[in-house]
Each structure stands twice: as structure tokens, then as C-alpha cells.
């Protein structure tokens, strides 16, 4: 029997506004069985973001936001910003988790905000601007952004004490929120659930490092922008989605000297996280696990 066409819903109808905490909105959208959002053709933002469910944040203390990534769409980032406008904000600021497609696409709506992000941020989107404008869908113009920072820095929203800390995770640029008086970690795509994507495996040793050192912060509460949305909406995960990820990046890092380990599929691969409940079974994620295990043993 023919698999059934994949239904193709209006760009943004989708979008939920999720509250795991009083100073915080969650706009998630995806994560819905034989829905598109863009295209049934193959692109980035229906199989690398909607298909998987993404995430943006906003924290807000008063009449002001910071927007944690702007979303996949300018329909999504005029969402957003509509929500926060309507709830009392006049003052927003963006930060950039990191340079991928799936986080940048709605800069362009808030071109006349602070938009704060990595020197190495701003470096890889002018390295990558032409394939990113170019792209299926194309984020034309991009917008760039027009506060750098080289290192950790730390912001007030309202009353609220948010520090910006570097983690080289997932991408070499990974920009990490941290809210200290909340014991929340606004995660980025430094940390997914139920498993990482490995963008950049020749630097995957580094990434276990860097991966324990943000253990030891120390935050009970972890928000990443892929993850699922009944336990984002519920508060996040917690301290345990750090050590299976440690756990998953680990047993990557062990297929070229144990080759049956590549031949295991995702549910086999992260078997014991999932008896736990630690981590959840996601079906689309079986992709983005062999695509992981071909980039690594790709890396000689």
C-alpha cells in the first residue's frame, strides 16, 4: 500500500506558546505526525527543524524580552513578536544560539532590535551567507547581527540576571542562556533530546568535554530548542539529559574500533536511556542517528 502524502498545513498555524515558567515563553512548533509546514519536497526547515519540533525562547521580566533565536520563518519570528507585544513588551533583544538555518531565519523581523551574538557567529553566517540566502527555503536578506561579544557576558531582563556562556557543542559557536536566579539553562542546540546532531564530528571529542563541563554548572532545570513538548511545557529536563547525550557522543566516538556498533539502530543504539525514561523514543530521530553514525565514520 502507498505511503500516505504528507499533509502541508499554513507556515505558523502550528506554532504553540508554551510557559515552562512565569518569565519564560516557549514557542514550539512541529513535532506533528505527516504534517510539512513548508514544502513536501525535501528542505531544511520541514526535515531538519519542523519534523523534530523546535523551540524558541523568550525571557521576560516586565515590559522587557530577550528572544533566545529568531525561529524558521519570518511568519514564526511576526508571531513572536505579535505575543510579546500583546503581553506588555516595548523592549526586545535577541541573542543567536549559534549560526545553523533553523535559528536565524527570522532575523530580518527584528532588524531594528539588538540582535547580540558569538564573534564566531557572526563569522560562520558571513562564511555561510550565500549558501544560507540561497537555501530551500532562502532566509533572504540575512539579517546580521549588530552587537558582537567574544566571550561571556552578562544581561539584565527586568530584574532578572541572564548570563551568556560559550560551549562549543554541536557547533564551534554554541552560545549558552543561563538564568541563575531560576536554576534554568536555556540550552540552544548544545544539548537535544533524545539525541544530538552531529554537525561537526571531527570535533566530537571536544564537544564530551565541553559537554562536562557544563554539568558542573549545576543547573537542575535544562531547556534545549529540539526537544519534546509535553516536558519543555512541564518545566524542561533535567540534569540526566547531559549525561546521556556525554553517553550517545561517547559510543559515537567508539565506532571505528567496535564497527557493530554502527549497524545498531537508534532505539538499540540509546537502549538503556530510553528503559530508564531518561530519554523518549522519537521515530524521525532514526534518521538524524544514521546520518550521525555515516558523518563520523566519514572522519579519518
Known amino acids: 500500500m502507498p505511503a500516505s502524502r504528507p499533509t502541508l498545513l499554513p507556515l505558523g498555524s502550528t506554532l504553540r506558546v508554551l510557559r515552562p515558567h512565569p518569565h519564560l515563553y516557549a514557542f514550539y512548533d512541529g ?22 519540533g523546535v523551540c524558541v525562547y523568550a525571557v ?33 533583544r535577541v541573542v543567536l544560539s549559534h549560526w545553523h538555518d533553523d535559528h536565524v531565519a527570522g532575523n530580518e523581523v ?12 557572526e563569522k560562520a553566517l558571513v562564511a555561510h551567507r550565500a549558501a544560507l540566502e ?27 540576571q541572564v548570563k551568556l556562556e560559550p560551549a562549543e557543542i ?20 548544545t544539548l537535544e533530546e533524545p ?13 564530551v568535554g565541553e559537554l562536562e563541563r557544563i554539568k558542573a554548572w549545576g543547573y537542575p532545570r ?3 530548542n529540539h526537544g519534546a513538548p509535553d516536558i519543555i511545557a512541564a518545566g524542561g529536563y533535567g540534569e540526566g539529559l547531559i549525561d546521556a547525550t556525554i553517553r550517545y557522543v561517547k559510543k559515537l566516538l567508539r565506532l571505528h574500533v567496535d564497527m557493530a556498533l554502527a549497524d545498531q539502530d537508534l532505539s538499540t ?32
Open 31 to 52: 513535532r506533528i505526525d505527516g504534517a510539512r509546514a513548508h514544502s513536501a519536497a525535501p528542505n531544511w526547515l520541514d526535515d531538519g527543524a519542523y519534523a523534530l
Open 60 to 92: 521576560v521580566d516586565g515590559s522587557e524580552a530577550l528572544l533566545y533565536d529568531t525561529h524558521i520563518s519570518l511568519t514564526h519570528a511576526r508571531l513572536m513578536r505579535r505575543t510579546l507585544e500583546e503581553a506588555g513588551v516595548t523592549s526586545i
Open 110 to 121: 527584528f532588524a531594528d532590535c539588538e540582535i547580540i551574538a558569538l564573534e564566531a557567529t
Open 134 to 160: 540561497g537555501g530551500e527555503p532562502p532566509i533572504r536578506p540575512l539579517v546580521m547581527p549588530n552587537r558582537i561579544i567574544a566571550g561571556p557576558a552578562v544581561l539584565t531582563v527586568g530584574r532578572l
Open 170 to 189: 554541536h557547533s564551534h559557536d554554541g552560545l549558552i542562556l543561563l538564568l541563575p536566579e531560576l536554576g534554568l539553562m536555556l540550552a540552544g542546540d
Open 195 to 207: 539525541i544530538t546532531y552531529v554537525a561537526e564530528p571531527e570535533r566530537l571529542a571536544v564537544h
Open 222 to 224: 535544562i531547556l534545549p
Open 269 to 300: 543504539f540509546i537502549a538503556g536511556d530510553l528503559a530508564d525514561g531518561v530519554l523518549g523514543y522519537f521515530a524521525p530521530y532514526e534518521q538524524v542517528h544514521a546520518d550521525n553514525v555515516k558523518k563520523v565514520l566519514a572522519v579519518r
